[in-house]
């Protein structure tokens, strides 16, 4: 399972969707002028990212159901 290229494009969908997510949480913390400028940005990017990630994800289960 771990050497499907399917797989690994949904592991590193969610890590994308989670390095976008800290570096939200990063400016929403240190806040100022990076916050302002960049915070809405970053959640649009988030939500598109999760929606692709889940949107992946739910095709792997789709895909692999008959494979077991």
Request: glycine content about 12%; proline content about 1%; charged content about 10%.
């Amino acid at each position: 399972m771990t050497f499907d290229p399917f797989f690994i494009v949904v592991i590193i969908a969610v890590i994308a969707v989670v390095v976008i997510l800290m570096f939200g949480l990063g400016g929403f913390a240190g806040g100022g002028a990076f916050n302002r400028r960049n915070s809405n940005k970053l959640m649009r990017m988030r939500i598109i990212a999760q929606f692709i990630a889940v949107l992946l994800i739910l095709a792997y289960v789709y895909f692999m159901k008959g494979t077991g």
